[in-house]
């Protein structure tokens, strides 16, 4: 359910003053809803990291893993203690702690409860929507960057929001790392990583930020492209009921276009393009697709 007006307004306000504080403290790699981040910054990063590894002798294995339901498990309390190291006025932080609790029903999932099977509890979860729980995610995320950077003293480390990858020469040591951010995160954060967690070659790909990622080249993740296409084709659908302007289907594929063009795709943006009826094509503006088809 979105927010009242009013509750926009105040969050706002929040967010301009406290991102400055906490943003220049993040990790650098810390990509998430961070001005100059991002998905594809996240993604060149880590693609560089696997060219640089791959060079130098021996394999080079990654550590693929995301916390288990991170927004439905974040604590209010240890959020808030961690948000008072940086703030000190009594007044913004009587509001931020208003803001913390707004939706505080019965909202939090239980630790290992991962198909939403147990009831709710509350003190735990914030809305994933919000302006301000994006800033209190990073925050909140930001004591695990700090551990795996200075305590496991870890070279190459990339995350994205609750989905992290860090790469290394050793499987073993790989696995160990786990095992530390796992005790870590219980102890700490009262968080847990996914059963997905992976340890394997970077040559088998990483499937990161929505594209899978391999030293030299980089291809769209295989779920993404089926949605793609479905999406296409509803809309050709759609447009030859009359219940959709050709604006629409332009703007869908000009953001599809845009996520092609940081991997390599020329096949499947052809693919795209071919499946779009001569009607429909001839009224997009795709002239820099079309000088690759001709």
């Known amino acids: 359910m979105a927010l009242p007006f009013e509750d926009r307004v105040v969050q706002w306000a929040v967010y301009r003053n406290l991102n400055p504080i906490f943003d220049k403290t993040f990790y650098e790699h810390s990509c998430a809803c961070r001005i100059g981040k991002g998905t594809h910054y996240a993604a060149d990063q880590l693609q560089h990291w696997m060219r640089k ?14 916390v288990a339901k991170y927004f439905y498990r974040i604590d209010h309390r240890t959020l808030f203690e961690i948000i008072k190291r ?5 007044d913004t932080l009587e509001l931020i702690w208003k803001i913390i609790k707004k939706d505080d029903g019965e909202f939090g999932i ?5 198909y939403f099977e147990r009831d709710k509890i509350k003190g735990i979860g914030i809305p994933i929507g919000n302006l301000t729980s994006q800033l209190f995610a990073n925050v909140y995320l930001d004591f695990m960057d700090k551990f795996i950077k200075h305590n496991l003293r870890v070279k190459h480390y990339v995350r994205y929001m609750d989905d992290f990858v860090i790469l290394g020469k050793s499987k073993k040591e790989l696995h160990t790392i786990r095992q530390e951010i796992e005790i870590f995160l219980a102890d700490y954060l009262k968080l847990e990583l996914n059963n997905k967690t992976t340890v394997d070659n970077i040559w088998n790909g990483i499937d990161f930020c929505g594209y899978v990622t391999y030293p030299p080249y980089r291809k769209l993740r295989k779920s993404t492209k089926r949605k793609l296409k479905r999406r296409l084709k509803y809309l050709q659908k759609k447009y030859y009921k009359e219940e959709v302007e050709i604006d629409e289907i332009n703007a869908s594929v000009q953001s599809y276009l845009g996520i092609l063009k940081h991997c ?19 009224q997009l503006d795709l002239d820099d697709v079309r000088e690759q088809r001709s």
Do not use: F, W
């Open 86 to 90: 940086k703030i000190g006025c009594r």
């Open 264 to 282: 390599n795709s020329h096949n499947l943006t052809m693919s795209v393009i071919g499946q779009l009826e001569d009607e429909i094509l001839n």
């Open 110 to 114: 239980h630790l290992g409860d991962h």
């Open 53 to 66: 590894l791959d060079r130098s002798p021996g394999k080079t294995y990654y550590l693929k893993a995301d």
